[in-house]
């Protein structure tokens, strides 16, 4: 039997290192932009989030469009846009340009999740669906920033900021160009042989025995506790995850006085934590399920574990030590890809069979609020008060409850029947 849903996981996992990359970039350039465009930390956090208003309104607009249109098309063109938006950020000449281009690569970098969602669902069996969702999806975003921060603090020290959204924008046109050429899905793509075709299609009728195949509604989808638990709990995960993207460099930076070159460094580190939380998690739910437990219980134990983890991160405003504050971070966004390593293939299974596009998108919509809000917040704190503290004790407390609704809501009893029909 053939590979090439291993293949196409690859492809996946390099489109979201490239997201990140052209997401995490402006976080190394916001103290520089501070100065040169004389901003206090709250309008940084507007800037910081600005390409999260797009993300979060196209969402469900575009995940609908995946289910219909497909995506090799719909995606390509997207990593088209965003790889442009990040390229023309290298022309701002003030805060709204900046801003302006940020909203452009927002509705470029949309379909991302949604898409790799589809894509699970049409490429990967239910028994490997796991391990290839943390590594498809969720494992490029540790690796995304644990790669970038170094090289995007280099491109800041050798060649200024500017450079840092040509380069980073043009690798992610190369990745569309080969995504448009590569990818098909299994019944046309010429690399797939008949038994990696039959092999996927058994795993979809396996997973349709004893359903009904009726089309649920919006008001079920909207109204089903496992979505909805699923998207307020990515809404706190992800309030975690961009207050440190969007602030870590400032925050090493300003409270440990490191050089941009060193806090590319140091701020490499905690993301390496990160990519291990992403197979802990990916594999560990593919293990309890093999083991015979039900798939949401199993999916849940990470989900809460990596919350409760997360609150790590408050321990970071009272250490002085980089070392200490390093090891801190660590630990937080190792909980942080722990709970992230298994939403996707949650969000797959939870999912009516052919609507794993909108139902990723209804997540991702609602769950980017946290992210959008993230980074203004913690802005606005930080210039209020001129300390780290309220700003880490914030997330700490948006990571309780995100455990407290993943632990209470999810449930296999509001799991929808998949089918084929």
């Known amino acids: 039997m053939t590979n090439i849903r291993w293949r196409i996981v690859a492809l996946l996992l390099i489109a979201i290192i490239i997201n990140y990359t052209d997401r995490v970039n402006l976080s190394y350039v916001a103290p520089t932009f501070m100065k040169q465009f004389d901003i206090g930390p709250g309008e940084m ?28 098309w719909l995606y390509g063109a997207a990593a088209l846009v965003w790889g442009g938006a990040t390229m023309l950020t290298a022309t701002a000449g003030g805060l709204g340009s900046l801003v302006g281009w940020r909203v452009l690569l927002g509705v470029g970098e949309g379909p991302a999740f949604p898409a790799t969602t589809k894509v699970m669902g049409i490429w990967v069996a239910d028994q490997e669906r ?26 800041l020290w050798a060649f200024g900021w500017r450079m840092i959204f040509v380069v980073t924008g043009a690798i992610a046109i ?21 038994a990696e075709r039959r092999f996927l299609v058994e795993n979809i009728a396996k997973a349709s025995r004893g359903d009904t195949g009726a089309k ?7 109204s089903n506790r496992n979505i909805l638990g699923l998207s307020l709990g990515h809404a706190a995960m992800l309030f975690n995850l961009y207050f440190l993207i969007s602030w870590l ?56 574990a990596g919350m409760a983890l997360a609150m790590v ?51 991702n919509c ?56």
């Open 313 to 363: 991160c408050l321990l970071t405003a009272y250490v002085d030590s980089l070392t200490a504050a390093i090891a801190c971070l660590s630990v937080a966004v190792f909980g942080i890809f722990l709970t992230n390593s298994v939403v996707w293939a949650a969000n797959a299974e939870v999912s009516p069979l052919h609507h794993e596009g909108v139902v990723a998108a209804i997540e």
């Open 45 to 72: 956090g507007i800037v910081l989030s600005a390409f999260l208003w797009t993300y979060f309104l196209v969402q469900i607009p575009l995940g609908l469009a995946l289910d219909r249109v497909g995506v090799r």
């Open 216 to 222: 649920p509604s919006w008001k079920q989808l909207l």
């Open 130 to 155: 796991g391990l290839a969702a943390a590594i498809g999806g969720v494992a490029g975003i540790p690796i995304g920033v644990f790669v970038s921060s170094p090289f995007v603090g280099w491109l």
């Open 174 to 194: 190369a990745w569309a160009i080969v995504w448009l050429l590569y990818y098909r899905n299994p019944e046309d793509h010429p690399g797939a042989n008949a």
């Open 366 to 421: 609602f769950g980017n609020i946290g992210g959008l809000l993230a980074p203004i917040i913690v802005g606005f704190l930080l210039q209020a008060t001129g300390s780290w503290v309220i700003p880490m004790a914030s997330a700490a407390v948006v990571a309780l409850l995100g455990a407290g609704v993943y632990l209470f809501m999810l449930s296999d009893e509001a799991l929808f029947a998949r089918s084929a029909a």
């Open 249 to 304: 460099p400032t925050y090493l930076i300003q409270q440990h006085h490191l050089t941009a070159l060193n806090t590319g460094l140091y701020g490499s580190i905690p993301w390496l934590f990160g990519l291990v939380g992403v197979i802990v998690g990916g594999r560990g739910s593919d293990i309890l399920i093999k083991r015979g437990w039900p798939i949401v219980r199993a999916r849940k134990v990470f989900l809460v």
